[in-house]
């Protein structure tokens, strides 16, 4: 009897001390501060880390007893955007994160007391620091559910010490001129583009793709179904860019880190990358950094295209709190403040959506300056192609790309797979 | 005795079989039913019945992975065990050196899967790759290829990788050996048998018991199979190396999660017929020799 009294005990205290100790972790602590959780991208490697530290340290300092944001790491992108689309879709949203405004995330915005809405907060002033037509893009049904933030653009990086080597003396206009440029760069021993076809989107090859279709088609190409003859054509010229040694030998199932270790290292003349590229060129390879140019990509119908899409936008989870809200609201201001994006893009590269002007004494490398120049020299602008698909579909792309590129199918089959997959 | 003790026997399973049910269980059931849905997260449920299974059907991708995922459960279960195997019925005789083997074997075990699977990809590398180096030294450059990037080579080329990692079945299979009485060799040896005869005739049949677990969980690995791959060629190139696991990933990716959970199911189902039948074979061979003696 004794014995099944302290038997029936310790199990008692076995099913009850979880929950004790759970119910105690999850205690408020007496201190007011209300904590913002960060889990956030720009941390490792990434060029904007240090600035963004600089600057939650610096809000930190400026709420000391009212607001804390702690920053979370997470350095690798694509397990950063699966963790959060599993948490998000669980209804487990983090108190601030970064979005990616593409088909596929913005499926969160129907969610219903998801995402904060920032719709009345840019109404009122807010909104006029932002390049126009950025919140428009961040908006849906009325509702801007995430603020934007990082801009993409993707020129296309020409290595001039490479081209002069090669006997090259001007940046191609058109695909013949890039053709015959390719040719005398092999002829002396480089390697003429850096090209890819792994990684989630293929990401050097499919931001040519996008130019090659923007050159061809024009600032409509994207209207056009994926079968359509201009991206059967784009193909074509993609695929050519592969083959007779126009790019590296491991460019087929070849990553990111591939197609731009080749550039870094000297090895490949022409490559396609975003601003937030600028400082790590500029760290790692210095010789490189002084004799990249940018510019547009050859031309075919048009000429002088661009890509450019938002990269990264804020948001914050949905709160009935008043005190969190205000806390996120103050956050958001507090980063996207034009001075402070000055910051981070002065120090990193990278190009946002607020606008802020440089006065002529403060020091703006020589790359950035061409990016913004390149920008403002667009004839327009497009969406790259993993801007208008869903994840999937991006990643469908790269596998369609290095089938085409080994010759186990076609151009026509080629946008055929890719579209199979669009539903 | 079963019947008075029943009451305390609940009582301390009944922690476990709480979390055991919602943890395994409720999910396991919940991918099921959901399987049949069309969802992404944010909207309702809508109910599809089979079409999702029957996508899958229809699609040449899935087909593939299902096949690969097949030919990692065997080639490991069938090669990566019997190696294993190999290697600890040799160190258990122990040779000289044998403790270095053991710890050199066991090694890759304690290594990060992205380590390893980054220095695959600089062996494998078509530029630069150690591989590809070496053959051009011993002047076999025919030979060499881009590894990974080629549909011929890059699913055979993660699987090698993979095969010669035997230390973790190896310690298993080493510690039951080490638990077989010496006297049977002694016997066998004065009876004249030689090391093979004897590695034939006493510690197979002896370890016929976890060399069959052994084998069932190479076998379970190899149908859930996914790191190394998606580290190495994300199931490229043109899903030349796709496994079921990174078709579930990419659809998780991209919101499809009653497709991604048909999937699962997919993977849960083949995976358990697969080891049954197994297990059946071995089971069947079992009983088959016992009726002989």
């Known amino acids: 009897m004794r014995t099944k009294k302290i038997v029936l005990i310790c199990a008692l205290i076995l099913l009850i001390l979880p929950g004790i100790i759970w119910a105690a972790g999850t205690q408020e602590a007496k201190d007011q501060t209300v904590v913002l959780k960060w889990p956030t991208i720009w941390v490792g490697q990434d060029t904007k880390t240090a600035m963004v530290a600089t600057l939650v340290d610096e809000f930190n300092e400026m709420y000391t007893g009212k607001y804390r944001v702690e920053i979370e790491a997470n350095p690798d992108y694509d397990a950063y955007r699966n963790k959060l689309n599993s948490q998000i879709a669980a209804g487990i949203v983090p108190d601030l994160f970064v979005f990616n405004p593409d088909p596929t995330s913005f499926a969160f915005y129907e969610g219903e007391n998801l995402l904060m809405d920032f719709s009345d907060e840019l109404a009122s002033g807010w909104g006029d620091d932002f390049v126009p037509g950025s919140v428009e893009e961040a908006t849906i049904n009325g509702e ?27 940046i191609p206009t058109t695909y013949d001129e890039f053709f015959a440029a390719a040719d005398k760069i092999k002829a002396a021993g480089y390697i003429p583009t850096s090209q890819m076809t792994g990684g989630t989107n293929a990401w050097t090859s499919m931001l040519w793709f996008s130019h090659i279709a923007a050159s061809l088609g024009g600032p409509d190409v994207w209207q056009k179904d994926i079968t359509d003859p201009v991206f ?23 990553d990111a880190g591939v197609s731009g270790g080749h550039y870094l290292a000297g090895r490949s003349a022409i490559f396609i990358n975003g601003p937030w590229y600028i400082g790590r060129v500029k760290s790692d390879a210095p010789d490189v950094f002084a004799a990249t140019k940018i510019g547009p990509a050859p031309g075919a119908a048009y000429h002088g295209a661009q890509i450019g899409f938002p990269l990264s936008n804020l948001a914050a989870a949905y709160t ?41 004494e403060e020091k703006i490398n020589q790359l950035q300056a061409q990016f913004i120049n390149a920008v403002n020299d667009a004839s327009f602008i497009n969406p790259s192609f993993s801007m208008k698909y869903t994840s999937d579909v991006v990643a469908e792309f790269g596998q369609a790309l290095a089938k085409m590129v080994l010759g186990k199918a076609t151009p026509e089959e080629f946008v055929q797979q890719i579209a199979d997959k669009i539903r | 005795m079963h019947n008075k003790n ?46 999702n299974y029957l996508q899958l059907l229809g699609d040449g991708t899935f087909r593939l992975a299902l096949r690969n995922n097949i030919i990692w459960a065997l080639v490991l279960g069938f090669i990566q065990v019997p190696l294993a195997a190999g290697m600890a019925m040799i160190l258990a005789r122990k040779p000289k050196g044998w403790k270095t083997f053991r710890t050199i074997y066991f090694l890759p075990n304690v290594i990060s899967q992205v380590a390893l699977a980054m220095m695959w990809l600089a062996i494998y590398n078509a ?17 060499t290829r881009n590894w990974l ?13 993979q095969v010669f990692y035997i230390g973790y079945f190896m310690i298993v299979i080493f510690a039951s050996r080490m638990g077989i009485s010496e006297s049977y060799y002694e016997a066998a040896e004065i009876d004249g048998a030689n090391v093979l005869q004897q590695e034939i005739n006493i510690t ?19 149908m859930r199979h996914f790191e190394s791959t998606y580290l190495m060629t994300n199931g490229g190139p043109a899903h030349a190396t796709s496994v079921m696991g990174i078709l579930l990933y990419r659809d998780l990716g991209a919101l499809n999660y009653g497709e991604a959970n048909a999937i699962g199911s997919t993977l849960i189902i ?17 009983h088959t020799s016992d009726s002989i003696q």
């Open chain 1, 144 to 170: 801007t559910k995430t603020v934007p933030f990082e801009m993409a653009y993707t020129p296309i990086w020409y290595n001039m010490d490479i081209l002069k080597k090669a006997g090259v003396t001007s």
């Open chain 1, 232 to 254: 059967v054509q784009s193909a074509e010229i993609l695929k050519e860019m592969f083959l007779n040694g126009n790019t590296s030998k491991d460019a087929v199932g070849g």
């Open chain 1, 320 to 360: 009935d709190d008043q005190k969190k809200k205000e806390a996120v609201v103050a956050f958001m201001k507090w980063m996207t403040k034009p001075e402070n994006v000055k910051r981070i893009s002065l120090d990193s590269g990278a190009m946002f959506a607020i606008k802020y002007s440089v006065a002529p």
């Open chain 2, 6 to 51: 029943w009451k305390q026997i609940l009582l301390f399973l009944l922690p476990v079989l709480v979390l055991f049910t919602t943890y395994f269980i409720y999910p396991l059931g919940f991918v099921f039913v959901s399987s049949f849905t069309k969802w992404n997260g944010i909207r309702p449920m809508e109910f599809i019945g089979v079409k």
């Open chain 2, 127 to 143: 530029e630069d790759g150690m591989l590809n180096n070496f053959l051009e030294i011993i002047g076999l450059s025919d030979l």
């Open chain 2, 149 to 161: 990037g080629n549909m011929s080579t890059a699913f055979p080329a993660v699987l090698i990788q």
């Open chain 2, 204 to 222: 197979i049949p002896m370890l016929k018991g976890i060399l069959i677990t052994t084998m069932t969980l190479a076998l379970a690995y190899g």
């Open chain 2, 270 to 286: 083949f995976g358990g017929a697969t080891i049954a039948a197994i297990r059946w074979l071995f089971n069947r061979n079992n």
